[in-house]
């Protein structure tokens, strides 16, 4: 952006739309000129466009509107994990023009991992026809600990690497302006402009996958902490005596209550639940075990299942109603496959989180599924840039 004016008209324009010049100005306390000439400036660089508004309040000439043309522009966004690689292309209000997956059986070498991504984005670039010159950034959302300001990622737990120049590469290979942020945070931001979080102040959003994260939502903004890792309640500790977690300590809550951790409870405990259905398709049908295949096996009636993710829910809950307690935030937004496959988890995560929070009468806290998925990574990825052109303070 020329100048953050001109990223201040293109907000009110983008929040308020269709909206005349004059309303602008009241809105920004800019002057009309300045107005004008910013609006002339934006509408030169197809940002925005005009037209005639049907009726007029003061039933003289009709007013000339102005609205964001989404469409002249496009944004790249990556989210990375352990197991997959996602980029999309999109318009600039978060339409998927196209969209391309790769997963990951093998870990990578950093040197892999690297190459890897920008493939992918060529990938995308190629695969998408869209010109080069009308890619305004790349947002790349990260798994593990991200460093924003430097554009790097310091440990991604999952993957075994470190210091991965993610900026600096990417920019390099493309000479593409690239944002990166940790996944569940850019998840966050991906909410307040286009999920569950939009037009709330304070929210926080719990991802359980592989591992557990969570994104905190402070006064419209996302909290980072000063060392850029905020929200890591994924390692926050259960039991100091408890299980290895993949980041080395032990009894963090990832690794009682994440995917991995539910899949590895049912390894080890097995061979102590013989007449378990769950166990009988693992060892007679010879299944794989999925998270998927330990809720069929709880939506069939199995104790052990049952068992198993009632445990991962209340865990979650206990955690969550921590958060909720020391920050009242106004709603909690969950992510991941584990919530979207019914009351298992879902039922005592709940139950937990309203035995254990500190509320008092009139405190009201939401607690609701994503409407994004998984897609909400990716599309983070996405507002990553557009909170950059829209909305540069943030």
């Given at each position: 952006?020329k100048?953050l004016?001109?990223?201040?008209?293109?907000n009110?324009?983008?929040?308020?739309?269709p909206i005349s010049?004059a309303?602008?100005?009241?809105l920004?306390?800019l002057t009309?000129p300045t107005?004008s000439?910013?609006?002339s400036?934006?509408?030169d660089?197809?940002?925005?466009?005009e037209e005639?508004?049907?009726?007029s309040k003061?039933?003289?000439?009709?007013?000339?509107?102005?609205?964001i043309?989404?469409?002249?522009y496009y944004?790249?966004?990556?989210?990375?994990?352990a197991e997959?690689?996602?980029?999309i292309?999109?318009?600039m209000?978060?339409?998927?023009?196209?969209?391309?997956?790769?997963?990951i059986?093998e870990?990578?070498?950093?040197?892999e991992?690297m190459?890897?991504?920008?493939?992918?984005?060529?990938f995308?670039l190629?695969q998408?026809?869209?010109?080069?010159?009308?890619i305004?950034g790349?947002?790349?959302?990260?798994?593990g600990?991200?460093?924003?300001?430097?554009?790097?990622?310091?440990?991604?737990?999952?993957?075994?690497l470190?210091d991965l120049?993610?900026?600096?590469?990417?920019e390099?290979?493309?000479?593409?302006?690239?944002t990166v942020?940790?996944d569940?945070?850019a998840l966050?931001?991906?909410?307040?402009?286009f999920g569950?979080g939009q037009?709330?102040p304070d929210?926080?959003?719990?991802?359980?996958?592989?591992g557990?994260g969570s994104?905190?939502?402070i006064h419209?903004?996302?909290?980072?902490s000063?060392?850029?890792?905020?929200?890591?309640?994924g390692h926050?500790i259960i039991d100091v005596?408890?299980p290895k977690?993949?980041?080395g300590?032990?009894?963090?809550?990832?690794?009682?209550?994440?995917?991995s951790?539910i899949?590895?409870r049912?390894v080890?405990e097995?061979?102590?639940n013989?007449?378990?259905?769950?166990?009988h398709w693992?060892?007679?049908d010879?299944?794989?075990?999925t998270i998927?295949l330990?809720f069929?096996?709880?939506k069939?009636g199995?104790?052990f299942a049952i068992s198993?993710l009632?445990?991962a829910?209340?865990?979650?809950?206990i955690?969550a109603?921590n958060?909720?307690?020391?920050?009242?935030p106004s709603?909690?937004?969950?992510?991941?496959t584990?919530?979207e496959?019914?009351y298992?988890?879902l039922?005592?995560f709940?139950?937990?989180?309203?035995k254990y929070t500190?509320?008092?009468?009139?405190?009201v806290i939401?607690?609701v599924c994503?409407?994004?998925?998984k897609?909400?990574?990716?599309?983070?990825a996405?507002t990553l840039?557009?909170?950059?052109?829209?909305?540069?303070n943030n």
């Amino acid at each position: 952006m020329k100048s953050l004016n001109q990223s201040t008209v293109l907000n009110v324009i983008r929040l308020k739309e269709p909206i005349s010049r004059a309303e602008i100005a009241k809105l920004t306390k800019l002057t009309p000129p300045t107005v004008s000439s910013l609006v002339s400036e934006l509408i030169d660089q197809n940002l925005i466009t005009e037209e005639q508004a049907s009726s007029s309040k003061a039933g003289g000439r009709k007013p000339i509107m102005l609205r964001i043309n989404y469409s002249a522009y496009y944004i790249i966004g990556v989210y990375a994990a352990a197991e997959v690689i996602r980029g999309i292309i999109t318009t600039m209000d978060g339409k998927i023009m196209f969209d391309h997956r790769k997963d990951i059986h093998e870990l990578p070498s950093k040197d892999e991992f690297m190459k890897l991504i920008i493939e992918i984005i060529h990938f995308i670039l190629h695969q998408s026809k869209i010109n080069k010159d009308s890619i305004l950034g790349i947002g790349f959302a990260m798994h593990g600990l991200v460093n924003p300001d430097k554009g790097t990622a310091i440990f991604s737990p999952h993957l075994h690497l470190t210091d991965l120049p993610l900026k600096e590469t990417i920019e390099e290979e493309f000479n593409i302006p690239v944002t990166v942020e940790n996944d569940v945070r850019a998840l966050a931001i991906g909410e307040s402009w286009f999920g569950q979080g939009q037009g709330i102040p304070d929210f926080i959003c719990l991802s359980v996958g592989r591992g557990i994260g969570s994104g905190i939502f402070i006064h419209n903004e996302i909290y980072q902490s000063s060392f850029h890792t905020a929200g890591e309640i994924g390692h926050t500790i259960i039991d100091v005596n408890g299980p290895k977690c993949q980041c080395g300590n032990n009894g963090c809550l990832e690794a009682y209550a994440s995917e991995s951790a539910i899949l590895q409870r049912i390894v080890y405990e097995e061979s102590n639940n013989p007449d378990s259905l769950l166990v009988h398709w693992l060892t007679d049908d010879k299944k794989e075990l999925t998270i998927k295949l330990v809720f069929e096996a709880a939506k069939a009636g199995d104790p052990f299942a049952i068992s198993v993710l009632t445990d991962a829910g209340r865990y979650l809950g206990i955690a969550a109603a921590n958060m909720i307690t020391l920050l009242k935030p106004s709603k909690l937004i969950v992510e991941g496959t584990i919530f979207e496959e019914g009351y298992f988890i879902l039922d005592p995560f709940k139950e937990m989180i309203k035995k254990y929070t500190f509320n008092s009468s009139h405190e009201v806290i939401d607690v609701v599924c994503s409407s994004l998925g998984k897609t909400g990574m990716v599309l983070g990825a996405i507002t990553l840039v557009l909170q950059k052109i829209f909305n540069p303070n943030n």
